[in-house]
């Protein structure tokens, strides 16, 4: 198993620029999440989907968008990019439902806005 | 947006030291998991409790979820350098399959 996985592993993009980072998993697992992380700031939660179909936004979700492709594929749209966006993205898969709740981690996309 | 208090911030020992981190929130947790990020990797999960109380090791490393819910702790005995990276805290809410994060405690490991 693969577990999670993201590309680009490292983007470099210019302001107002589009992109879309892709992420799978192969675990079954029903939840999958998209998170940013910033120096001194931990993770953020950016955007999250608890089912095929179904999305909701987390604590930071202006300036994305997201698609719940099918069961596996969870990918992330930046439509118009900005310097702000400049941060490491992580995307994340869980079980739905009772305990545990615990979140698996793809390795990253390293993404630069100049 | 909510965040859980995590402390320290950073620290730096000597190898074979023993290490204690912790994380406080103003919320009551459901769950709480502590991970462990390697530079320029995603974080990896080391430890999950579920219940107010519970004491959980993995190897060298032992946490424990606080009894008021608001609170977990994570000890690291014997530290060795691959110990190496930021360690996170992360609570689980009720009712939702959402985690809140702490800020990390960055680690670093002298021989």
């Known amino acids: 198993n693969a577990g999670v996985t993201q590309t680009p592993k490292f983007q470099v993009l210019k302001t107002g620029q589009s992109m879309t980072l892709q992420c799978a998993q192969d675990?079954?697992?029903?939840?999958m999440y998209w998170y940013r992380q910033d120096p001194g700031m931990g993770l953020r939660l950016i955007y999250y989907?608890?089912?095929?179909?179904?999305?909701d936004k987390g604590e930071v979700p202006n300036g994305y968008n997201v698609s719940r492709l099918n069961k596996r594929e969870f990918s992330l749209r930046l439509e118009s990019a900005a310097p702000s966006q400049t941060s490491v993205y992580f995307c994340?898969?869980?079980?739905?439902?009772?305990?545990?709740?615990?979140?698996?981690f793809g390795p990253g996309t390293r993404l630069t806005v100049l | 947006g909510q965040q859980l208090n995590q402390s320290p911030q950073s620290m730096f020992i000597q190898e074979g030291e023993d290490v204690s981190m912790n994380c406080t929130s103003s919320?009551?947790?459901?769950?709480w998991l502590w991970y462990k990020q390697d530079p320029g990797e995603g974080p990896v999960l080391l430890i999950a409790?579920?219940?107010?109380?519970e004491l959980t090791s993995n190897g060298r490393l032992t946490a424990q979820f606080g009894i008021t819910r608001k609170d977990s702790f994570l000890n690291i005995s014997a530290s060795i350098p691959s110990d190496v990276g930021i360690y996170f805290c992360?609570?689980?809410?009720?009712?939702?399959?959402?985690?809140?994060f702490g800020t990390g405690t960055r680690l670093q490991v002298f021989p």
């Open positions: 675990m079954n697992h029903n939840s």
């Open positions: 992360a609570g689980q809410e009720f009712g939702t399959d959402k985690l809140i």
């Open positions: 919320s009551i947790f459901n769950t």
């Open positions: 989907s608890a089912s095929e179909g179904t999305t």
């Open positions: 409790l579920y219940k107010a109380g």
């Open positions: 994340a898969s869980s079980r739905t439902g009772t305990n545990p709740h615990e979140q698996f």
